[in-house]
Structures are given as C-alpha cells and as structure tokens.
C-alpha cells in the first residue's frame, strides 16, 4: 500500500515508518520538524517537510494514498495548559484540514493516534471505552476533538476511521525534552547522569506504560482489520505501575546510587492510568508482549544515549 503518516518523524511515527517498510509498504512522511527528526527515518520512507495545515502540499502528498495515519500533534500536556490556542490549532484544525483535504482526494482509510489522556481521572479501573472522558488539560480536549472530527466526518464522508488511545508509550529514541520530559527518559537521564531522580507528587499515582513495538503492532494491525469503522480503542500494556516503582525499577537496572527526591506535582496530571484491553483483544487480535521490565531492559541496550 501508499501511505502517508503524519508526524511521521516523531518518536512513535518513524517506529511505524521504519516497521512498514519492513512490510514492503510505500512509507511517505510529513512532518515540520518541530519535535520530530528524519535521521530516524530508514532512506526508504520518502520524507516531506510541511505543517498540517499547507492544503496545496497535503493534496500532492495525498495522490494515490489507500490510508492515512496522523499522529502529528503537540504532545505536551503542561505546554498545552500555557498555549491552548496553539494546541487547538495543530491538534483539532490541523485535524481538519487532513480531513478535508483526504476528503477532497477520495482517501479511504485514516487511523488516528489518539490518547489515554482523553480519560482524565476515573475511579473505575481498568478504563474501558465506553468510559465518559473527563480530560484534565488542553492536549486531552484536543484529543477527543480531534476523535470526534475523525469519525464524525469519517462517517460523513464514507472514510474508514479508526483512533487509538495510547496510553503511556515509551522505547529507544523517545525524546528527552528540556523541560517536561517523558519520564521514562528523564529517569533514565538522572540515573545515569548520577543525579537524583525527581518525582513529581507521592509518586503514588499510576500509568499503563506500553512499549513501542507493542503500539506499532496495533497501528499496522489496524491497517486491515475489518468491522472497524469508526471504532476508538485502548492500546496499553492493561498494567498500572506507579511513579515511585518505575524509578525504583531504573535504579536496579541502572546500579545508580541516585536517590529520589520529591517535588510539588503540576497540574493536567492524572492520578491512575490503566488501560482495559477487552476491545483491543476482540477487534485488533492485540497482546501486549513486552513488560516494563524487558522493556526498560531494551531500552538500557538499545538505546546509545543510555549506553
Ligand atoms: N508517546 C506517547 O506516549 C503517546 C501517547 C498517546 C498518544 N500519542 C500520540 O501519538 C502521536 C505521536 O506521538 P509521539 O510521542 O511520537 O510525539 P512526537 O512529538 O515525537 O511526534 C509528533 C510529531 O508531529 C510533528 N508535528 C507537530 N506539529 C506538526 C505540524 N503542525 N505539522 C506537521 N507535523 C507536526 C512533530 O515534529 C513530531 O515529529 C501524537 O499524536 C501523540 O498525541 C503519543
């Protein structure tokens, strides 16, 4: 197949591109570069540099696509609370104007990566979809948004629409940022750096870290899985680990003497984040397949900025 992936030079995006042309897929990338990289891109993937929003440029890129996978969006819960505009013109118009323009090609297929952030805080466990969100931040509303607009429009328009909420991916490659990190880098980085590790709040709280071979599994699964359509499912590991065990697991796996220090808690957070894997297991076949253990552990051997 031809397919397009937006975001496609993102941490999550360039693991799909890379898998795809494994599989012998036509891989193109469109990404502005704001957080993505396209050295991670294997020299198959044919990468153009443009926003979201440049019609002209989408309507070339879209010629003779049979699906779209759009995961390019600002991902940065604690920004999106100081720029919501910002958030809200990438994530819910930038959306859009994929429709549109997917629209005005006649491309049939779009599969939305979406977020387990879009539940917010739930007294129930693990949270299954049929769960009514409650997002806590600026990038949770654009999510659900965005979902909205996809099947919505999707179903207006007769494109097949799949989203799916990821929940907390990590792996080799995923990025360290200045300032709110993903905190499976951060903790590596401190560990590794002889600094103390920082948790934010009584590191009680939880989430439902899944590796990303396990999420790429379900993006190219979802590729041509039937009965479908318009359909939004969980992808996580179905475990909740807490902040204060994931840095307790990086300090053994490290050998670092670091200690853990704690700090006041931000807002947008949520306090648990277990993913219900019932409809993920009935309509994409998915199993996760590798735990926070392994998966730490691959990401200390594969990863050169952790070696
Ligand atoms: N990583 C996770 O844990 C996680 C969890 C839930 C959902 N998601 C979703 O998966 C997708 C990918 O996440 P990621 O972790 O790879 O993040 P990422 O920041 O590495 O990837 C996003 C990519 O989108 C690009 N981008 C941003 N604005 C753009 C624009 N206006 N036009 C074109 N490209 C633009 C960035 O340059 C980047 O390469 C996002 O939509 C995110 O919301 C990720």
């Keep these: 197949m031809r397919i397009l992936i937006t975001g496609g030079a993102g941490f999550l995006g360039s693991a799909l591109a890379n898998t795809l042309i494994t599989k012998n897929h036509e891989v193109l990338v469109l990404d502005d570069l704001s957080a993505g990289d396209p050295n991670r891109l294997s020299p198959e993937v044919l990468f153009h540099r443009s926003t979201i929003t440049d019609r002209p440029k989408l309507w070339t890129l879209l010629q003779g696509v049979e699906c779209v996978y759009h995961l390019a969006a600002r991902v940065v819960v604690a920004e999106s609370i100081l720029y919501p505009r910002e958030y809200n013109d990438v994530n819910v118009s930038g959306t859009v104007a994929l429709l549109e323009a997917m629209r005005d090609v006649g491309i049939p297929r779009l599969i939305f990566a979406s977020s387990g952030a879009v539940y917010g805080d739930q007294a129930e466990q693990p949270i299954a979809e049929t769960t009514q969100?409650?997002?806590?931040?600026?990038?949770?509303?654009?999510?659900?948004?965005?979902?909205?607009?996809?099947?919505?429009?999707?179903?207006?328009?007769?494109?097949?629409?799949?989203?799916?909420?990821?929940?907390?991916?990590?792996?080799?490659?995923?990025?360290?940022?200045?300032?709110?990190?993903?905190?499976?880098?951060?903790?590596?980085?401190?560990?590794?750096?002889?600094?103390?590790?920082?948790?934010?709040?009584?590191?009680?709280?939880?989430?439902?870290?899944?590796?990303?071979?396990?999420?790429?599994?379900?993006?190219?699964?979802?590729?041509?899985?039937?009965?479908?359509?318009?359909?939004?499912?969980?992808?996580?590991?179905?475990?909740?680990?807490?902040?204060?065990?994931?840095?307790?697991?990086?300090?053994?796996?490290?050998?670092?003497?670091?200690?853990?220090?704690?700090?006041?808690?931000?807002?947008?957070?949520?306090?648990?984040?277990?993913?219900?894997?019932?409809?993920?297991?009935?309509?994409?076949?998915y199993q996760p397949e590798v735990a926070l253990k392994e998966g730490l552990r691959r990401v200390l051997e594969e990863d050169p900025r952790y070696r």
């Design 133 to 285: 969100p409650n997002p806590l931040s600026p990038y949770a509303v654009s999510k659900l948004a965005a979902e909205h607009y996809i099947h919505t429009i999707g179903a207006l328009w007769g494109t097949t629409t799949i989203a799916l909420r990821i929940f907390n991916a990590y792996g080799p490659g995923q990025p360290l940022l200045p300032s709110h990190s993903p905190v499976i880098p951060r903790f590596l980085s401190q560990a590794l750096g002889g600094g103390s590790l920082v948790i934010f709040g009584n590191g009680q709280q939880t989430r439902d870290f899944v590796y990303v071979s396990d999420v790429v599994r379900a993006l190219v699964t979802a590729l041509t899985t039937d009965n479908v359509d318009h359909c939004t499912i969980n992808i996580g590991s179905g475990t909740e680990v807490s902040i204060k065990e994931l840095a307790d697991e990086i300090l053994a796996q490290t050998h670092a003497s670091s200690n853990t220090l704690y700090s006041p808690v931000g807002s947008g957070g949520v306090s648990r984040l277990r993913a219900d894997l019932t409809l993920a297991r009935k309509v994409l076949g």
